[in-house]
């Protein structure tokens, strides 16, 4: 049985005859040169980044055009390390899906080292110090999720441990921005060395957000004189310590049972899926889509390893926001929202499955084709027609990837103001379009609404996804029920915290509550609203 460590890479005909690509660099002088002059750190060791940023690197170690790896820092699902890292040496089995069921796969060892920022793990958290006080670091990078930058709660207050690492000062921080702000006040101290801090997590003006979290930390720590005064002043100097926007896209999801199975079947062992204690699914392998995007502002002060190299984009500010507006108003997320209400409801538990379904792929080829291009923000460097083409055409519909509606719709109620909103308000911007003669968009809202009662198309009760809202928006709706001809869905239509606009001022309130009533009727009411609607 091949077994995923470094000493089974070294049986390379068996891992050839098993079609895994092997890495093709020298692993242990790129561990040397990277324990000696560490250039790159990444804080979040799940999926996204061993199966897309993590390989990227690999492409360029395989090319000889870098000789250091990355280091991976977990801030809060500790088990990462301790169960997906070290028992497999830091090295991941990727496999990529194509739609027509080819794998390919290939291990990737450009991540050298697996640290959990853990106060109970002292040593690993001083190897992390060591790369910071070095002048050789070049940049941090971030996958931790949007809310991993939120230093408050739903109520706008402090989280606790945050709070508590205001008061603490930079020696023991538990908050991951706490931590980043406490590792860049050690290399403040050492040198105020330059360097650049990367998110690279799917939100929105993600660079502005983990500014803003590092420098509230600083400030508060500066206020109480528990960091030197001129720290505040070291990040805000952008010829010292930059926070580039990105902008990346990759589906990366659950671990696969087919892709368990073909694994094991090519003689692999230790394919286990795991979930941890914090409900993070993994696995020593990562099963991902092809198709991948990320655009970086170019703004590093210490130099960057040359990931154009491998594919990613460089470019200006603006241009990485029209990238982001392009993808996120218009041409995936919308659609991709649209599918996880209205799939829940209808039954279906995978994105691939909604798209053979005639009805409901007509009904985001409307909000892309019809209702999105006319109003879609153009970035130059990727066609919005043919990326709209890619996401209907391979990438929703590849039935190896395992994406589930029910995924999707977790916090539905804090995109819709981006996803649905923005497009909306472009309509009311332009002389030339109606908001009001908006079909799919409104009915991809109404579905939403229906999908808050938490009773499927077949009348029964199911489990909504987490969002933050759940309680007040249902509230709205607890007196609604199948077969009413009234509801008091107004509340949620008029709210424009929810939509960025009264959706009612601007006449598509009274079109989607009308949507939302038809969809009342009964059994059978929500899939008959929607055909009616699309196949107009």
């Avoid at 441990?161 to 991951?176: C, F, R, S, Y």
């Avoid at 090519?266 to 899926?273: I, N, R, T």
């Avoid at 109003?375 to 055409?393: N, R, T, Y």
Wanted: charged content about 25%; overall charge negative.
């Amino acid at each position: 049985m091949l077994k995923l460590d470094r000493k089974g890479l070294l049986d390379k005909a068996a891992w050839k005859a098993a079609g895994i690509e092997l890495p093709q660099f020298d692993l242990d002088a790129v561990a040397r040169k990277t324990s000696d002059n560490p250039q790159w750190v990444h804080f979040g060791a799940g999926n996204i980044f061993r199966g897309f940023v993590a390989n990227a690197h690999q492409k360029l170690l395989n090319a000889g055009k870098a000789d250091t790896g990355i280091i991976a820092a977990e801030t809060f699902d500790f088990e990462m390390i301790g169960r997906v890292y070290k028992p497999y040496d830091n090295l991941t089995l990727l496999v990529l899906m194509n739609a027509n069921g080819e794998f390919q796969k290939n291990v990737v060892a450009s991540i050298v080292e697996g640290l959990a920022v853990d106060k109970e793990r002292p040593s690993e958290y001083r190897r992390l110090i060591e790369a910071f006080e070095n002048p050789s670091l070049q940049m941090a990078s971030f996958t931790i999720t949007e809310k991993g930058y939120s230093l408050t709660g739903p109520d706008g207050k402090y989280l606790s441990i945050v709070e508590k690492d205001l008061m603490n000062g930079p020696e023991q921080p538990v908050h991951a921005m706490s931590i980043v702000a406490s590792l860049a006040y050690r290399r403040y101290l050492k040198g105020q060395y330059p360097m650049t801090f990367v998110s690279m997590d799917n939100c929105s003006h993600n660079g502005d957000k983990l500014r803003d979290s590092v420098l509230a930390v600083a400030k508060a720590w500066a206020e109480k004189s528990l960091v030197e005064e001129g720290f505040v002043a070291y990040l805000q100097d952008e010829s010292k310590i930059t926070f580039p926007l990105s902008m990346i896209d990759k589906i990366t999801p659950r671990p696969s049972v087919k892709v368990q199975s073909a694994l094991v079947d090519s003689g692999l062992s230790d394919m286990e899926m795991i979930v941890t204690s914090k409900h993070t699914y993994t696995a020593p392998f990562v099963n991902a889509e092809i198709s991948e995007y990320l655009v970086i502002e170019d703004k590093f002060t210490n130099g960057r390893p040359a990931l154009e190299e491998a594919g990613v984009i460089f470019t200006d500010r603006e241009t990485v926001n029209k990238v982001e507006t392009m993808k996120v108003t218009t041409c995936l997320n919308p659609l991709h929202t649209a599918l996880a209400v209205s799939g829940c409801l209808l039954g279906y538990t995978l994105i691939a499955d909604e798209m053979k379904d005639s009805v409901l792929r007509r009904f985001v080829e409307i909000i892309g084709y019809e209702e999105g291009l006319p109003v879609v923000v153009d970035p130059e460097i990727i066609h919005p027609k043919q990326f709209l083409d890619e996401v209907l055409q391979e990438r929703f519909a590849n039935p190896y990837i395992p994406d589930t509606p029910q995924r999707i719709a977790t916090d539905t109620s804090q995109k819709m103001g981006i996803r649905f909103g923005e497009t909306i308000k472009s309509y009311m911007r332009r002389e030339d379009l109606d908001p009001a003669g908006l079909t799919a968009i409104p009915l991809a809202i109404a579905v939403w609404c229906r999908y808050l009662l938490g009773v499927d198309d077949q009348g029964r009760e199911f489990t909504l996804s987490p969002d933050p809202l759940l309680d007040k928006l249902q509230g709205h709706l607890r007196n609604t029920a199948l077969g009413d001809q009234t509801s008091e869905v107004r509340k949620i239509l008029e709210d424009d915290q929810l939509f960025g606009v009264n959706l009612y001022e601007i006449g598509l309130g009274d079109k989607i509550e009308a949507m939302f009533l038809e969809m009342l009727a009964g059994p059978g009411a929500v899939r008959s609203t929607v055909e009616k609607y699309v196949k107009k």
